[in-house]
């Protein structure tokens, strides 16, 4: 079974703990002291004896006795729905540009928003990143895997860890407010170490601005995102920005990644690195790995070089945090997956059937990989796989061609198209596969093109012989699938469950 997924979103928040109000654990400010923590150009009105009670940054989540921070962003901007969140009971707005109101106005800088507002979340929630171990992990691959690698050891260890990532929701890092209030909540319930993913975004737009992290970790850097970085040289640098001193403590970096050893060598912050090599005696099979880890024999229940990687990275963690090497033992050892990862589909067919999250290219051959040292000989690697849509095009032919070198079969197919024709990305991604490859696409040929993801998926599981692996690759933990304007109900489990079933007994 997949670890204990407990860990926080925008959405997450709203749901688990966005009852705040009337509790005596809420906190509460005056609106004075809390603007006295950022820079402004101009206050609108008078601050004194206004209570805040919640900092927002969504006018559909305005409670009463909320300040609201009008984020002008990409797609949206909030001065747009300044009257929503008064409407709702906020009690003051910080803006970038006034506008009529009843209520108090906190003027900040053009473009200094995001950093404001992450000011008045960590102030008004205590500072609770300064309350409580901190561990941030950026990369592009291996980041929730290598999170929940460290709270099962912290559980081993007795304690109670906090986890915010990928799996709590929309985004991998939250804004700021969700951030600091989910952290101070955390602390409230009597956790005692927080784990948190970092995306490149998050740090490029401040999200993670006022946290302080004791350890950073650095995964991998490959292609990815590429459509808002737009330069690989870019991404690493803001990847790099968690590992700036006054941001986090010690970082603990992959220097078998040749960004890994850039950044050991360009970081003034102290560093810890980690290779493959550290992993004495390692075996890998079709059901995890053994290895020696400094003197301590380690049983890894994942599959994959890349987890051997990620379990070294929270080993480092875990030992810098001062757990002892029994946890650490236990801790990886107990580890069981996370959704979405390598996560094992059984319905009692004869084949192996893996989801996974895969999305770049690196991710996608990783995967792979994994799926040949579970495949006998004699059977097959069935990929079944598509890239999303407004996102990165540059990395499209490299995981087509990545399928046609690593799968017998591969069949191509639509994830997240949002507003692309679903048709367009698939030829995208042939056009990184060899002219042979491509003489048939019918359903006895090596390429399989099925654009509808669900007929791709039971396609795979009806050609899928008892040697076999499929993979159903992209989603991983995903529910819902975004096309055009519209998000629809999607599950690549459900759905290959229900094919399993139907296959296994022809009812649904």
């Known amino acids: 079974m997949p670890e204990d997924q407990r860990a926080l979103s925008d959405a997450g928040y709203r749901k688990n703990v966005g009852n705040r109000r009337g509790s ?3 906190p509460m400010m005056g609106l004075s002291e809390l603007v006295a923590a950022i820079e402004t150009v101009a206050i609108l009105g008078d601050t004194h004896g206004v209570v805040v009670t919640g900092v927002s940054f969504d006018s559909r989540d305005v409670a009463p006795g909320d300040i609201f921070c009008a984020i002008a962003g990409e797609h949206f901007d909030g001065h747009l729905f300044i009257h929503d969140a008064v409407a709702r009971g906020a009690v003051a707005v910080v803006v970038e540009r006034f506008v009529p109101l009843p209520i108090v106005q906190v003027r900040v800088y053009p473009g200094s928003m995001r950093v404001e507002m992450a000011k008045l979340a960590s102030t008004f929630y205590g500072n609770p990143s300064t309350q409580v171990p901190m561990v941030g992990i950026t990369g592009t691959n291996g980041k929730t895997t290598t999170s929940f690698m460290i709270a099962s050891i912290a559980r081993s260890a007795d304690h109670s860890p906090f986890v915010i990532g990928t799996l709590s929701g929309y985004r991998t890092t ?6 600091q209030r989910s952290l101070y909540q955390a602390l409230e319930d009597g956790n005692d170490i927080a784990i948190m993913e970092v995306s490149s975004h998050a740090l490029d737009q401040h999200r993670v601005d006022e946290v302080v992290y004791d350890i950073a ?14 330069t690989m040289d870019a991404y690493f640098m803001a990847k790099a920005r968690l590992f700036e001193a006054n941001r986090c403590r010690m970082g603990i970096v992959n220097i078998d990644d040749p ?18 090599e550290d992993a004495v005696e390692l075996e890998m099979g079709a059901d995890g790995s053994t290895f020696v880890l400094d003197g301590q024999q380690i049983r890894l229940g994942v599959a994959g070089k890349h987890n051997v990687y990620n379990a070294l990275a929270a080993a480092r963690a875990a030992k810098r945090l001062g757990y002892s090497s029994e946890a650490i033992q236990s801790g990886l050892s107990s580890f069981r997956g996370v959704s979405g990862r390598l996560e094992r589909i059984d319905e009692g067919q004869p084949f192996k059937v893996i989801v996974d999250f895969a999305h770049t290219p690196v991710a996608l051959e990783a995967v792979l990989e994994a799926a040949h040292v579970m495949t006998p000989d004699g059977g097959r690697v069935i990929v079944v796989f598509g890239c999303g849509g407004d996102r990165d095009r540059r990395k ?4 087509g061609e990545i399928a046609e070198s690593l799968a017998d079969v591969t ?6 198209p949002r507003s692309e024709d679903p048709v367009v990305i698939i030829q995208e991604i042939l056009s990184g596969m060899t002219k042979s490859a491509l003489t048939v696409l019918g359903e006895s040929s090596q390429v399989i093109v099925k654009a509808d993801r669900r007929e791709a998926i039971e396609l795979a599981l009806s050609i899928a012989q ?9 989603k991983g933990h995903e529910t819902r699938q975004t096309i055009g304007a519209n998000e629809v109900a999607f599950s690549d489990q459900e759905v290959a469950r229900g094919a399993l079933r139907y296959r296994r007994s022809g009812q649904p």
């Not at 939250?174 to 951030?179: A, K, N, R, W």
């Not at 970790?217 to 737009?230: E, G, P, V, W």
């Not at 499209?396 to 995981?399: A, D, G, Q, V």
């Open 24 to 26: 005596p654990r809420s």
């Open 411 to 416: 069949i191509l197919t639509s994830d997240n």
């Open 259 to 276: 960004w890994g050893a850039r950044l050991v060598r360009d970081s003034q912050t102290v560093m810890e690195t980690f290779s493959i």
């Open 396 to 399: 499209r032919p490299l995981m």
């Open 174 to 179: 939250p804004e700021s407010p969700v951030i």
């Open 466 to 474: 008892g040697d076999d692996v499929v993979v159903i690759a992209g």
């Open 217 to 230: 970790i650095f995964t991998n850097l490959t292609q990815d995102h590429l459509d808002y970085h737009h």
